[in-house]
């Protein structure tokens, strides 16, 4: 690490990463979504032609992997809300990120035939 | 290093041999540094402006909203009745048949927005350093945002079911 940093790594500094990098995701892909969604004021055509590309196995890997970045913002995002307002937030940081993490695992793994059975019955025959 | 404040009580310099002389002496006096933080002709008359608290606890307040708001979109669109395969604007239809979520889906839209683009806006302010590059990105940043929220808001307003 170079010298006078202020990166100091592990868990605070890794979580405030991907907390950026989801947060920045997500506002990109709500920009592009609020124009998909425009799309219903042309012709419920253009709207379904749109949507129904939505529903291709490819996508909805994008999707899983949109609704991990947005999972981990909001849980982590209650994580540094419990940092800031409470007062033993601080020195639970660390164990709240892994509660964080964990949470995020089981809604991953609940969110995996909702998201994606769909393009897997696709790709493999129902 | 270079300044003359060490002085013992007899008049000599305390700044021994080791430090090396003092570069500046009466005649050559050490270039005066202002006080941080010091009040200027420029210095509005009050520093303590709330606008980056506010944009904090904004931050904080519309993240606890937006949980519920977000995670409810979610499960709607992509968990509950077949997930995605069931959207369509008959769908769409449908759901802003009620003033409900267009309600929720206006609230979402508008906190979403302003909550990213302040995060942005953060985002900006720490990496982009030259004057013009930070002008220059937040101004794409603004006029986006207002493009988007404004377009949103005309669509869940004006949502015409029976387009054709
Ligand atoms: C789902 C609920 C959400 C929660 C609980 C949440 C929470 C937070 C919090 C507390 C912060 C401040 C972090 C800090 O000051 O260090 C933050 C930052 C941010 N959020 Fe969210 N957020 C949510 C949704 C969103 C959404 C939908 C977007 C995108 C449109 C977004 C984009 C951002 C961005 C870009 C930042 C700045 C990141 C940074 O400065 O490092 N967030 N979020």
């Given at each position: 690490?170079?010298a006078?940093?202020?990166?100091?790594?592990?868990e605070?500094m890794w979580?405030?990463?991907?907390h950026?990098?989801?947060?920045v995701?997500?506002?990109?892909?709500?920009?592009?979504h609020?124009l998909d969604?425009?799309?219903?004021?042309?012709?419920?055509?253009?709207y379904?032609?749109?949507?129904?590309?939505?529903?291709?196995?490819?996508?909805?890997?994008?999707e899983?992997?949109l609704?991990?970045?947005?999972?981990?913002?909001?849980?982590?995002?209650?994580?540094?809300?419990?940092?800031?307002?409470?007062s033993?937030?601080?020195?639970?940081?660390?164990q709240?990120?892994?509660?964080v993490?964990?949470?995020?695992?089981?809604?991953?793994?609940?969110?995996?035939?909702p998201?994606?059975?769909?393009?897997?019955?696709e790709?493999?025959?129902? | 290093?270079?300044?003359?404040?060490?002085?013992?009580?007899?008049?000599?310099s305390?700044?021994?041999?080791?430090e090396g002389?003092?570069?500046?002496?009466v005649?050559?006096?050490?270039?005066?540094?202002e006080?941080?933080?010091?009040?200027?002709?420029k210095?509005?008359?009050?520093t303590?402006?709330?606008f980056e608290m506010?944009?904090?606890?904004?931050?904080r307040?519309?993240?606890?909203?937006?949980v519920?708001?977000?995670?409810?979109h979610?499960?709607?669109?992509?968990?509950l009745?077949?997930?995605?395969?069931?959207?369509?604007?008959?769908?769409?239809?449908?759901?802003?048949?009620?003033?409900?979520w267009?309600g929720?889906?206006?609230?979402?839209?508008?906190?979403?927005?302003?909550h990213?683009?302040?995060?942005?806006r953060?985002?900006?302010?720490?990496?982009?350093?030259?004057p013009?590059?930070?002008?220059?990105?937040?101004g794409?940043?603004?006029a986006?945002?207002?493009?988007?929220v404004?377009?949103?808001?005309?669509?869940?307003?004006?949502?015409?079911?029976?387009?054709?």
């Amino acid at each position: 690490m170079p010298a006078g940093t202020l990166y100091r790594g592990r868990e605070g500094m890794w979580s405030w990463v991907a907390h950026r990098v989801t947060g920045v995701l997500i506002f990109f892909f709500l920009f592009v979504h609020v124009l998909d969604t425009a799309l219903v004021r042309v012709s419920p055509e253009a709207y379904d032609d749109v949507v129904s590309t939505y529903k291709t196995p490819i996508v909805a890997l994008l999707e899983y992997g949109l609704v991990a970045a947005i999972l981990f913002h909001a849980l982590n995002g209650l994580r540094v809300i419990a940092v800031d307002f409470w007062s033993k937030g601080p020195r639970y940081q660390k164990q709240m990120l892994w509660t964080v993490v964990g949470i995020w695992v089981v809604l991953m793994v609940g969110a995996l035939y909702p998201v994606l059975g769909h393009a897997v019955r696709e790709l493999f025959g129902s | 290093m270079s300044d003359t404040t060490l002085t013992k009580s007899d008049g000599t310099s305390g700044v021994g041999p080791v430090e090396g002389a003092p570069v500046y002496d009466v005649d050559n006096p050490a270039p005066y540094i202002e006080a941080p933080r010091k009040r200027t002709s420029k210095t509005p008359r009050s520093t303590r402006g709330n606008f980056e608290m506010a944009a904090w606890l904004f931050m904080r307040l519309s993240g606890v909203v937006l949980v519920v708001l977000v995670i409810g979109h979610l499960l709607i669109q992509l968990v509950l009745d077949g997930g995605v395969s069931k959207v369509g604007f008959a769908f769409v239809a449908g759901r802003w048949a009620s003033p409900f979520w267009q309600g929720w889906d206006l609230l979402m839209l508008w906190l979403a927005m302003l909550h990213g683009a302040n995060g942005l806006r953060t985002v900006i302010n720490d990496y982009a350093e030259r004057p013009q590059t930070r002008m220059w990105l937040k101004g794409l940043l603004y006029a986006a945002t207002v493009f988007t929220v404004l377009l949103g808001t005309l669509v869940i307003f004006t949502f015409d079911p029976n387009i054709r």
